[in-house]
């Protein structure tokens, strides 16, 4: 079973607008990490937020996490075209370092 | 400085047959997975390692087997291959602290026919 749901499953923006997905999960969790995935290549590390954070920044990426209402968010500002990808949420609290991911939403940047 | 690699990238097998797929890690990860992903359902754990001698089940282990008799690989044995186990595999490390992102290899797309 799938631990992380991500919302949409798919999102077509223009270049240069900012692209938000959502990431609901079920149980507590240790961090949430977002990954990203070219077609047909295996999967990114793009940032990890630990449980008792609530915003993080990388880049042009930021992350939240509210603890609460077991969510994420991941906000890409200013889009390219290279961003377009499928974007996964992946949520850590299990043995060692196991994560379980979420199904992922297809982001689709046009010129 | 390779990270994670997995050989082979494309393998049709007929059901019923055997097979080892690859990885081997330079980074001296702790932390060692596989999963699965299918169309629609994300990536699923099928095994994982802590370390080197340590292996346990994930979400969907039967069918395979694994090992961990070195810190740097971790193959991934299919039993008796089934059209069910068509999917594309991939491996990941991590450092075993928790909070380490994954490295994952660039997956085996396997076809059982």
């Known amino acids: 079973s799938q631990q992380g749901e991500e919302d949409p499953q798919a999102l077509s923006i223009q270049e240069g607008e900012n692209a938000t997905m959502n990431c609901s999960y079920k149980?507590?969790?240790?961090?949430l990490q977002w990954y990203r995935q070219n077609s047909g290549r295996g999967l990114v590390h793009l940032i990890l937020?630990?449980?008792?954070?609530r915003e993080k920044h990388s880049g042009r990426l930021r992350v939240t996490l509210d603890t609460s209402k077991k969510s994420s968010s991941l906000l890409i500002t200013a889009s390219r075209a290279a961003d377009t990808a499928s974007y996964f949420c992946a949520t850590g609290g299990g043995g060692g370092n196991k994560l379980t991911f979420g199904t992922g939403t297809q982001l689709k940047v046009e010129l | 400085n390779a990270g994670v690699t997995q050989t082979p990238k494309f393998q049709v097998l007929k059901t019923g047959q055997s097979m080892t797929l690859q990885c081997a890690q330079d980074m001296n990860h702790e932390y060692m997975s596989w999963y699965r992903q299918d169309p629609g359902m994300g990536l699923r754990l099928i095994h994982y390692s802590v370390g080197a001698g340590i292996t346990d089940q994930g979400e969907v282990p039967n069918g395979y087997n694994v090992s961990r008799s070195t810190t740097e690989d971790f193959p991934l044995r299919l039993l008796s291959a089934a059209p069910s186990q068509t999917s594309v595999y991939f491996c990941?490390?991590?450092?075993?602290?928790?909070?380490?992102?994954?490295?994952f290899g660039s997956g085996t797309r396997l076809t059982v026919v």
């Open positions: 937020i630990r449980s008792n954070e």
């Open positions: 149980t507590s969790i240790n961090n």
């Open positions: 990941a490390s991590s450092y075993r602290d928790r909070g380490s992102g994954y490295t």
